[in-house]
């Protein structure tokens, strides 16, 4: 996802459709859209939007990429029966994860 489907030089997943992937196709629940699979948010970094998709597991699971910054950031979690399990990835990724990007 990050390098648009290419992998050590080669063309795994074609780049169109991976940009079609994490395009909005529709809107979804609160801030996000929803793409192929992929929920797309953003985050604030630095005074600058940052845009990133997510993979989404069970129990707080998530797979952020952040295209704009070269960044995956991954949280395993096992919140499954916590009503935390949506709040605990995102607060991972801003307070922790970007907080330690420089500009």
């Known amino acids: 996802m990050l390098n648009h489907g290419a992998w050590d030089g080669r063309q795994i997943v074609s780049a169109a459709w991976i940009d ?8 979804g629940s609160q801030l996000y ?37 070269d960044m995956v950031v991954l949280v395993m ?3 499954y029966r916590s009503d ?12 922790y994860a970007l907080a330690a990007v420089r500009p």
Do not use: C
């Open 20 to 27: 079609a992937s994490i395009t909005p196709q529709i809107q």
């Open 77 to 79: 979690a096992g919140l």
């Open 33 to 69: 859209f929803y793409g192929y699979q992929w929920w797309l948010g953003r985050s604030l970094v630095n005074l600058r939007q940052v845009d990133w998709a997510v993979g989404y597991g069970l129990g707080g699971q998530r797979l952020f990429v952040l295209p704009q910054l």
């Open 84 to 95: 935390m399990q949506g709040w605990v990835p995102l607060q991972v990724l801003n307070r």
